[in-house]
């Protein structure tokens, strides 16, 4: 028998239909999985943890089947892709977010639910609800915790609500009914991990842990097709995910207003590829520095204002934030992003080309953050920021409630068309980038949703020394 929140979470899951999902909320979804779809593509020839997760995939026998990957001309089990999917759209640190859950729910959903596909060789359009799906369940069970409790216990919600997520969005493409998902999501509740241990030393287990939620909650959703029992109440049971990773958890807002609110319009696209917190901040000091032009040597002082959940990530320890040893560490500090946005103008990709540079270095270290109790207030509504710069022996001040992309202040197509080719060009050409967007974006027009992985492979010059 199952319990009332996990009851109605699986029956919406598995029954959820196409007429059932307004128009606006298909079309963002297709956007948000554009936006997973290019740092996938990015991250498989650029991140520096990839060659270590393709030499593992390879030794383990994951690299045999059929399975496709974007930006890649190999192929993969099944599981194998999903893995990597889910690692490679979070390894930029440039993927979607949604500020209340704290969750960036693009990367263990996307890879889960087109492994599903592909093993069933379900359209585009049913794919896309498994995806929609995903991302409700994910997203309602991270707010439920509520998702600051959950971090304050070091866990990471991108990889522990995410692994549900994944598992919703398999058991939705795979055509599992009430009872199956449910099991399913009784079976993913043993996967849910991840942990924040990762801030000490930049580790790449952040990365990992997403796409080891995707895998996850693939394996769940076929294990749950083919009969595996669960364990029961996996949400709101005593010893259940609510109530075991976070001191005071509020299950029924997992089903509050499912079918009618939906949270994934809630989602926000990053325009700067680092830690979200930081991109308030960031939006303020490229505003600031295009209208009075300063130069790095005539800032005197830098505050960055943030709420407490922000300056976990990318405000402490002071000392370690102002002086980041590599990109992950340079993607949750403050310093950097700041420092990068007002020395150079720009926060992109290749910012971190200038980790090293000194005239950055000099200045991260006068770059500061505190607890701002205006930004406190705005917390978790709004990842909001108050950026305060001394310069030329006088004080501006600019706060920024809603960050550029965020579901207040979304991304237009053009810039949202913008971003996908500034990734996905440089690696499969702009012929290819034009019409694998094409699909995406029409993407429930498809009647196998694996079509779309062919405009996705690497230019042919780019094989041979990307694939090892």
Known sequence: MMDEVTEQLAHFVAGLDKAAIPAE????????????IANIIRARHDSESTPAMLAMVRAAGLDHGHAALFGDSAHYAPAGAVLLGGMLAHSLDFDDTHAAAIVHAAAPIVPAALGAAGLVGASGAETLVGIIAGYEACLRIALALPPGAHYERGFHPSATCGAFGAAAAAARVLGLDAEATASTFGIVLSQASGSLQFLANGAWTKRF???????AGFIAATLGREGFKGAAAPLEGRLGFLRAYAPA????RVVQGLGEVWELMLTGVKPYPSCRWGH???????SLRAEYGWKPEEIESVTLGLCRAGMLLIGEPEEKKRNPANIVDAQFSAPFVIATALATGAMDWDSYQGLADPQIRALMQRVRCE??????????????????VVARGQTYVKKLLVPKGGPGNFLTDEELRAKFDSLAAAVIGPERAEKLAAMTLGFERLNQAAEIFAAARPLAATKESLRG
């Open 25 to 36: 909320v298909r079309a963002r979804a297709c956007r948000l999985m554009l936006d997973c």
């Open 209 to 215: 842990q997403v796409g080891w939620a995707s895998m």
């Open 249 to 252: 958890p509020d299950p029924q």
């Open 280 to 286: 308030a901040g960031i939006d303020a000091a490229l």
């Open 371 to 388: 607890n701002d109790p205006e930004i406190e207030a705005e917390f978790p509504t709004n990842m909001a920021g108050k950026l305060t």
